[in-house]
């Protein structure tokens, strides 16, 4: 059952066993294992019920309905957008679709260094092995490698360098390359055609534009779960509403579930602390030759030679570069000139290719609330962050022209032009200050981070949170570091293993 709260009065408040809050990867998924273990479970979720024909291709309407704060979301200086679904099945819903799980190297960072003994490969194995059949994970298929991808292999080739062809999440893909702005083919294999509908099946009910507001009594056997209706455009707050719950998963994302847990009182002192917002930079590479990198799947070959999987510090360290495209609105936005120069260069978006750096980082951010309960993210870019996404820029403008790109293009105000013969020297001057640098974060986490102990974390090694009674996280609030280049599969594979042990 699936009830939009803009359109349908509210039912009498519910008193079940378990209420989860976010219906992405970890939520949707919680919500299914114990749905399936006979539990009465209750979903809410603040975003709207999209699929097929409702997912328009139009940059405007879907990021204001499929993106937190209507695309809008950044860190106080606002330095880093901070990008996050909001739609029934979360982010998976505009996610590009790269399965990617944690690596071993991680995992045994995470031993090591923080402490979760239990996490060995060859006990997540099994649940790695369910994500993945939840995922549909398959290769991508050379036929479906567009020119802009090829490109990219090409370059790296020419040099020698490591790459792969990721794998994804899509079933019938159709090509048509708007994946960041929701999949109107419904070919991605997301919570809302998997998980949501088994916990459905299960008996879950499960709440559109229902935001939880607070978690009160979070020490008592039965937690309130205050909850706001919204309006039909997610906008305005309308009516007011509540869940009891035995136990409470949150699984909002890495802003908002500690957002919601400082509202709430709940918690430690770790609780919003220790933020990684893995900043990545877009470049873009210009051809002589029509590209069309608009079509097909955007984000399909990754280079890998610059990454580090098990840095005995960090563990995943250094970067990558992945293909990229941008939608008109997002590439014209990138662009090395505005005005007359802007519309000139954009009646080029034929003949462009974008790439992705990928660089994470280590924690050096925090989610606090501002006087009204938003969330305020503040964040500092480490100085070996910055020198990373140096050696990436020069990495991806040396492939690009092994590739034949008559120019790159970093995006920083003002722009660097680099062409081929160039010796480079102009990316040593990046300084990545505030707003002059279009910095994103799709893979947010660590600010509920899981240890052995109160003293150096904020939720048990089986997700608990410290200092309540039956609160859990499900996200990826819970890693102590960065999981892997990409969060869907680490928080699917978690929270299967998190939920094979709250099923019990
Ligand atoms: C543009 C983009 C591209 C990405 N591409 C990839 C990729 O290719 N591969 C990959 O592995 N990962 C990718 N990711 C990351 C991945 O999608 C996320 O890590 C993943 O969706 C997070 O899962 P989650 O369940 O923890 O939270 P989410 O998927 O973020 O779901 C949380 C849900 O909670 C809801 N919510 C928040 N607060 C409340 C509240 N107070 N009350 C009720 N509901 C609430 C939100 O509306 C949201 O729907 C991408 C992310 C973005 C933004
Ligand atoms: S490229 Fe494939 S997955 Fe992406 S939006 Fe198009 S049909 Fe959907």
């Given at each position: 059952?699936?009830v ?10 519910p ?7 976010g219906?992405?990867p ?15 479970v ?8 999209r699929?097929?024909a409702?997912?328009?291709q ?11 704060e ?5 860190t106080?200086?606002?330095a ?13 819903v505009?996610n590009?679709?790269?399965v990617v799980?944690?690596?071993?190297g ?6 090591a ?7 060995t ?9 369910a994500?993945?059949a939840?995922?549909?994970?398959n ?11 090829r490109?990219l292999r090409?370059?790296a080739s ?10 994804h999440?899509?079933?019938g893909?159709a090509?048509?390359g708007?994946c960041l702005?929701?999949c109107p083919?419904?070919a ?5 055609f ?5 916990a459905i ?6 709440f559109v ?7 009160e009594?979070g020490g008592?056997e039965?937690?309130?779960?205050r909850?706001r209706?919204?309006d039909d455009?997610?906008y305005?707050?309308r ?7 035995r ?6 994302n890495?802003?908002a579930?500690?957002?919601l ?6 918690g430690?002192?770790h ?5 990684m ?5 877009p470049?873009?590479?210009?051809f ?12 399909a070959y990754?280079?890998t ?11 995943l ?20 000139g505005?005005?007359?120069e802007?519309k ?7 003949y462009?290719?974008?790439?992705l ?6 924690p050096?951010g925090?989610?606090e ?22 050696d990436a ?17 970093v995006?920083?105000?003002?722009p660097?032009v680099l ?10 001057g990046?300084d ?5 640098v279009p910095l994103?974060s799709a893979?947010?986490?660590g600010t509920?981070?899981m240890?052995?102990s109160?003293k ?10 410290f200092?309540a009674?039956?609160?859990f ?7 102590p570091s960065?999981a892997?280049?990409?969060?869907m ?15 019990v």
């Open positions: 059952m699936i939009d709260l803009s359109r349908t009065p509210p039912p009498a408040p008193t079940c066993d378990v209420c989860v809050i219906s992405g970890g939520g949707a998924t919680a919500a299914r294992l114990l749905a399936e273990a006979g539990r009465d209750v979903v809410l979720e603040e975003g709207p019920d699929t097929g409702e997912l328009t139009r940059d405007g309407e879907m990021y204001d309905q499929l993106y937190m209507r695309g809008g979301r950044a106080d200086d606002l880093v957008a901070v990008l996050q679904g909001r739609a029934l099945g979360g982010g998976a505009i590009a679709c790269d799980p944690i690596p071993d991680v995992l045994a960072h995470w031993r260094k923080h402490g979760l003994a239990e996490l490969p060859e006990a997540l194995a099994p649940h790695l092995e994500a993945l939840d995922l549909s994970a290769p991508i298929g050379e036929h479906q490698l567009n020119l802009a991808n490109l090409q370059g020419a040099l020698g360098l490591r790459g792969e062809v990721m794998r999440n899509r079933v893909c090509g048509l708007t702005i929701g083919a419904n991605k294999r997301n919570p809302r998997v998980a949501i509908p088994a099946a299960a008996g879950a009910r499960f534009r229902a935001r939880a507001v607070r978690i009594d008592r039965i937690k309130r779960v909850v209706t919204l455009r997610g305005h707050e009516g007011e509403w509540e869940v009891r719950a136990t409470v998963i949150v699984a909002a890495a802003v579930t500690p957002q847990l400082l509202r709430s009182g709940l430690n002192g609780v919003g602390r220790h933020l917002l893995q900043p990545q930079l470049v873009t590479a210009m002589d030759e029509r590209i069309d990198a608009f079509r097909g799947i955007p984000q990754a280079i030679a610059g990454e580090v999987e098990d840095d005995p510090q960090h563990g360290w250094g970067f990558r570069i992945e293909a990229i495209m941008g939608t008109p609105g997002i590439s014209a936005s990138l662009l090395p505005g005005g007359a802007g000139r260069l954009m009646g080029r978006y034929a462009m290719a974008s790439a750096l990928l660089v994470p980082d280590a050096s925090e989610v609330l501002w006087g009204d309960g938003r969330p305020r993210i503040r964040y500092t870019q480490r100085p070996d962050h910055k020198a990373r996404l140096r820029v020069r990495m991806a403008a040396r492939v690009y022209f092994a590739a034949g790109a008559r120019e790159v293009w995006p920083v105000s003002p660097i062409r081929p013969g160039d010796d480079l020297s102009a990316v040593d990046l990545f200050a505030p707003a002059r994103i893979h947010q986490q509920v981070r240890a052995p109160a150096a974390g904020a939720a048990d090694p089986d997700g608990r949170l200092g009674r039956d609160v996280i499900f996200d990826s609030s819970l890693f960065s892997s280049s990409h969060t599969t680490p928080i699917l594979t978690m929270a299967r293993w998190l939920g094979a042990r709250l099923a």
